[in-house]
């Protein structure tokens, strides 16, 4: 076959797939500036008749979407920085320092892979109870603060750092805690981008835990004040799109800005690995 031809059958597939995954997005875009029940007519039609922004008015101005925005940046934000700190000092011990036990407690994490997260809910949600935790931030941020994933990556990636460089350094007197934010820390610059890409992605779209552990409307994040809006108004399709559009659109944004770094990050922690 003739290599032009070839390629582009590559690009007009790719294309194709790509125009397939985009349409759900852009028409939830479009009905969210539709007007009421304007989307639910035969046929659904792609483009609104007369562009609105009522919905999104709607929505910050009385269903108080604007609190939980703030909340799940909130939230995702303190998830992230927490988590990162506690995942880099982690995969770093277990990658570079020596202790008893270390193989096996890093292989005991990685067997803890397979429990199904559910299954931890129960237990967890009661010592959070116990600690009087339950309808707080601190309920979804505290069991965030370290996963299995993070440290996992940050040790596949630190054992890629010279060990000469910490053996200089302590030979100079500089403590662990110096060697690690001074040496350490501006090598895994590229792991840190992607962990906390992951991690602020994974807390920003999180539903089940937070609508366990937040009880009360004042503390909910986007995904579960989405959904409770959905139950209230049910037959407002543009009401839920515009809602859609406020929950997905700055995480999706955040990916197609970082993505490079993101993708960087992960192929360079499996090379080094």
Do not use: C
């Amino acid at each position: 076959m003739n290599p032009r031809i070839a390629k582009a059958i590559i690009n007009g597939l790719l294309i194709a797939g790509a125009v397939v995954a985009l349409l759900p997005l852009l028409w939830m875009v479009s009905v969210s500036f539709m007007t009421q029940g304007e989307a639910s007519s035969l046929p659904a039609p792609l483009f609104p008749k007369h562009a609105t922004w009522a919905n999104y008015r709607e929505l910050f101005a009385n269903a108080g979407m604007g609190r939980y925005l703030l909340n799940s940046l909130l939230v995702s934000t303190a998830i992230t920085a927490v988590s990162l700190a506690f995942n880099l000092m982690a995969g770093y011990a277990f990658a570079k320092l020596q202790f008893a036990g270390r193989e096996r407690l890093f292989q005991g994490l990685l067997g803890a892979l397979v429990i199904p997260a559910q299954v931890a809910m129960l237990p967890l949600f009661l010592l959070l109870k116990y600690l009087g935790l339950v309808n707080t931030y601190g309920a979804v941020i505290v069991p965030a603060m370290a996963t299995i994933f993070g440290i996992f990556l940050v040790r596949q990636y630190a054992r890629g750092i010279p060990d000469d460089l910490m053996e200089a350094a302590r030979i100079d007197g500089a403590g662990e805690m110096r060697i690690f934010v001074t040496i350490v820390m501006p090598l895994l610059k590229p792991i840190m981008v992607t962990l906390a890409i992951f991690t602020f992605l994974a807390a920003w779209n999180d539903f089940m835990w937070p609508l366990i552990a937040l009880t009360g409307q004042e503390h909910y994040t986007l995904p579960i004040a989405l959904a409770s809006l959905s139950r209230e108004h049910v037959q407002d399709s543009e009401l839920m799109m515009a809602g859609s559009v406020v929950t997905i659109l700055p995480v999706l944004l955040l990916f197609l800005a970082l993505q490079r770094y993101y993708l960087e990050g992960l192929l360079l922690g499996s090379v080094k690995g």
